[in-house]
Nanobody
């Protein structure tokens, strides 16, 4: 079973930037369609964006133009570049595969807090 690990979350001021990373113990997760999700306590998990196997990307309306998904050349790591962060982006961020019959085991997530 694939164990995902997210990192890169932090406390940042509005308008700031962060880059989140997602890895899975040396597995080439970039060879799958992958997505970033976020969740606020008491609310359902929200899809942030998808990086498809062909390299195309789609984004939630709330982050389009500010967030960018990418992978490194060996495809071991999935990134979420977040620019112009807003307080509404505060959440725990998770990665997982997208569009398959089941998810991999969810990682611990990485907390992003946008506050002045």
């Amino acid at each position: 079973q694939v164990q995902l690990a997210e990192s890169g979350g932090a406390l940042v001021q509005p308008g700031g930037s962060l880059r989140l990373s997602c890895e899975a113990g040396g597995r080439r997760i970039g060879s799958y369609s992958m997505a970033w999700y976020r969740q606020v306590p008491g609310k359902e998990r929200e899809l942030v964006g998808v990086l498809s196997r062909d390299g195309s990307t789609t984004y939630a309306d709330s982050v389009r133009g500010r967030f960018t998904l990418s992978t490194d050349k060996p495809k071991y790591t999935i990134y979420l570049q977040m620019n112009n962060l807003e307080p509404e982006d505060t959440a725990a961020y998770y990665c997982n595969r997208y569009g398959y019959e089941s998810f991999w085991l969810w990682g611990q997530g990485t907390q992003v807090t946008v506050s002045s």
